[in-house]
């Protein structure tokens, strides 16, 4: 039956961001993007979380940044010509910067092909999973999935 071929293309796919953080590739779900904007000056916020850097002007909305290196327990951030913010809007929080290393590309992958993670939450996990809510696969490249909603949350992750 040629209706088979059909059901092929007609699997819901969803678009990511993809983005290096450290020597790892994750992927940002595009819906959450608003805007990409290369470094600048963050201005520090006294007494704020270590992985928040501070705040941006962005065409004049004070944006606050973090760093996803920091808040998944990787080093601190080493800004080079490839760091980028990426700009989130969240619908309870407004709009919030994330700190990257470098953006790669946009990548579709097909829903029914993301794999939840197992995760480990034992005392050995490094805490980098509780970020994650799923992994895809794009060609022969693995892509963790960012949970926004974790990574954004106000939760240390000691």
Do not use: H, W
């Not at 010509?81 to 929080?93: A, F, G, N």
């Not at 022969?140 to 990574?151: M, Q, R, V």
């Amino acid at each position: 039956m040629a209706d088979n071929e059909f059901d092929v293309q007609e699997k819901e796919t969803r678009q990511y961001i993809s983005v290096k953080v450290g020597e790892e590739k994750f992927g940002i779900d595009i819906g959450y993007v608003d805007n990409i904007v290369r470094m600048q000056k963050i201005t520090r916020v006294p007494k704020a979380q270590v992985y928040f850097k501070g705040i941006i002007n962005l065409r004049g909305e004070i944006v606050p940044v973090m760093s996803a290196r920091i808040k998944m327990g990787l080093d601190d951030d080493v800004y080079t010509s490839q760091t980028r913010i990426i700009i989130l809007k969240l619908e309870e929080k407004g709009e919030i910067g994330l700190i990257v290393d470098e953006v790669c590309e946009v990548v579709t992958l097909v829903v029914d092909e993301i794999d939840k993670p197992n995760i480990d939450t034992s005392s050995s996990s490094t805490g980098k999973e509780l970020f994650i809510n799923g992994i895809g696969k794009n060609g022969d490249e693995l892509i963790s999935l960012f949970e926004i909603g974790a990574i954004v949350g106000e939760k240390e992750n000691n």
